[in-house]
């Protein structure tokens, strides 16, 4: 197809410009009709990612955006495309992955006829995205684009454009983009704000230290560690953290804290003054009565959200980086406690866990394995709800961007976002950790990491059910209604996609299988799934 010869410049061309100025030259998308007048005869230097369902669009534009900490743009289809995205959009919304998502509508010539095809948009996705415009006039739509790059940065979240599907071919105005080209932040924290914190840290006879995933930033790490070491203090993650705030193998780490407030108020208990860094105060699971601490409470977020809904004495909005440097500059040294470093992990006894001969795989004998030999860098995505805790306990974060899932805890991200890591960052080992059952929220993702040569691993440790629903039902003093699926293959799906697949099911084969795998995992250049059969673990206790 050759584009029509007018003699004005385009929304289009207006639009793509737009685009090319704020770095969005990658569009992930799953299209349809009303998408067809902005994508035929796509210029060259616009590259086009096929994803083949719209919650693996936004999965893998999510990835993309939080490794290159910069918006990633996606395109959906009208009403349809829309609805299919909002649990991917709500989850990215959670993971503070800035999108600018372009949503195609009805010709807006016949909207008031409601039309084949047209869509009630505004409100689809609730309250989730951070923005969402529908421009008045075809000559908007630029500066909406533009407007909603800056919304998705400051925002950390998805923007919406609505977009007619004739607006495209309609005259640009000859006029400024209502639209900054670059926006400004402060990213120096208050002076008078790190003060007072350190003031509270120097009073305090045993401080901790908690640190969420806003703090997981090359700098956020380097300026913590220092401040633990001078504090000499322990540093626990926040429950359920969708990254990691801290390196998780550095003496002082002292673990995960649990997810309900009995244990949490047993673990904090032993100090006055808890500083939160880079999560609200405090992520729970089950509901259970009481207190989250008796002691202090101190949050530092760059989220205001978070500083809002947190019951801190003291709530600090700033750039974490420079926060926790100054921060660390300023607290005073204490002389070292009398007491043993934390032991994080039954890591230490697992890390060299082996199946006696006969015994069929665990969890706990993958993650163990896979810990053994994964490069330091490794981004581990992870999706295993009933084995997290031992996935925790034995692959610590070691880099920023080690530790990455859905940090709202919806099925469906981890293929796809592990797709948008390794294409953002194409030279670091990403090895996404999944169930069976978490696998088939989104396995149609894995067409598009084999049609793209997308090195990721997929470690899928395999059931044939939906294993922490069990634990739950069994918890809860019942018995689940709902069956395995045991005759569930992803292998066979994802061989059907188009991907490399190995069927793991002895201890020897996956000592192999992963010694051969891991030893070039940064130079893949095609995607891997591994389906390893594994027992049921024990206990579920997040």
């Known amino acids: 197809m050759t584009a029509p010869v007018t003699g004005f410049r385009t929304v289009r061309e207006a639009a793509f410009d737009i685009l090319r100025l704020h770095g969005l030259t990658t569009v992930f998308a799953n299209p349809g009709s009303t998408e067809v007048s902005l994508l035929a005869d796509l210029p060259e230097d616009l590259r086009f990612v096929l994803a083949l369902h719209e919650g693996s669009v936004v999965g893998a534009a999510t990835g993309w955006a939080l490794a290159r900490e910069e918006p990633a743009l996606v395109l959906l289809h009208t009403t349809a495309g829309l609805g299919n995205a909002v649990g991917a959009l709500a989850t990215a919304r959670v993971n503070r992955a800035p999108l600018v998502v372009l949503v195609g509508q009805q010709d807006r010539r016949h909207l008031a006829q409601e039309p084949f095809l047209a869509g009630q948009l505004a409100g689809l996705a609730g309250e989730y995205p951070v923005r969402v415009e529908a421009p008045v006039r075809a000559q908007d739509v630029p500066g909406a684009i533009g407007r909603a790059v800056h919304a998705a940065r400051e925002g950390r979240g998805p923007a919406l454009v609505l977009v007619p599907m004739d607006d495209w071919a309609e005259p640009a105005d000859d006029l400024p983009v209502p639209a900054a080209v670059e926006v400004r932040r402060p990213a120096v924290a208050d002076p008078r704000a790190v003060a007072e914190v350190a003031d509270l840290l120097a009073r305090a006879a045993s401080p901790v230290l908690v640190v969420g995933a806003g703090a997981d930033h090359a700098d ?46 047993t673990a904090l208990a032993a100090h006055d003054l808890v ?57 005073p040294r204490r002389p070292p406690a009398d007491r043993p470093l934390p032991t994080p992990a039954k890591a230490a006894d697992r890390r060299h866990h082996v199946p006696a001969a006969g015994e069929p795989l665990s969890p706990t004998h993958v993650l163990a394995a896979l810990a053994e030999r994964l490069p330091v860098g490794t981004v581990v995505v992870e999706e295993t709800p009933s084995s997290r805790p031992d996935l925790h306990a034995l692959l610590p974060a070691r880099a920023p961007l080690g530790f990455l899932s ?17 294409m953002a960052q194409p030279g670091r080992p990403v090895v996404a950790v999944v169930g069976d059952g978490s696998s088939l929220y989104q396995i149609q993702s894995l067409w598009t990491a084999a049609h793209y040569g997308v090195g990721a691993v997929f470690v899928v440790l395999a059931n044939g059910r939906y294993a922490v629903m069990d634990k739950l039902a069994e918890q809860h003093g019942g018995r689940p209604p709902w069956p395995a699926f045991d005759e569930v293959s992803v292998a066979g799906m994802a061989e059907s996609l188009g991907c490399a697949v190995r069927r793991v099911t002895g201890y020897g084969d996956l000592c192999a299988t992963l010694d051969t795998v891991c030893a070039d995992l940064a130079d893949r250049t095609a995607p891997l799934v591994l389906e390893i059969a594994v027992t049921v673990g024990a206990d579920f206790c997040p």
């Open 406 to 422: 859905a940090a709202m805890g919806a099925l469906g991200f981890a293929l796809p976002a592990a797709i948008g890591v390794r």
């Open 275 to 331: 500083l939160c860094v880079g999560a609200a105060f405090l992520r729970q699971y089950p509901y259970a009565p009481g207190k989250l601490t008796d002691a202090r409470v101190v949050v530092v977020t760059d989220d205001p959200a978070e500083a809002h809904r947190s019951p801190a004495e003291l709530a600090v909005v700033s750039p974490l980086p420079d926060f926790c440097d100054r921060l660390a500059h300023r607290t």
């Open 220 to 265: 956020s790490w380097t300026a913590l560690t220092a401040l633990a070491e001078r504090l000499d203090c322990p540093v626990w993650q926040e429950p359920f953290g969708a990254r990691a705030g801290f390196p998780q193998d550095h003496p002082l780490f002292a673990g995960h804290l649990p997810a309900d407030r009995p244990r949490l108020r």
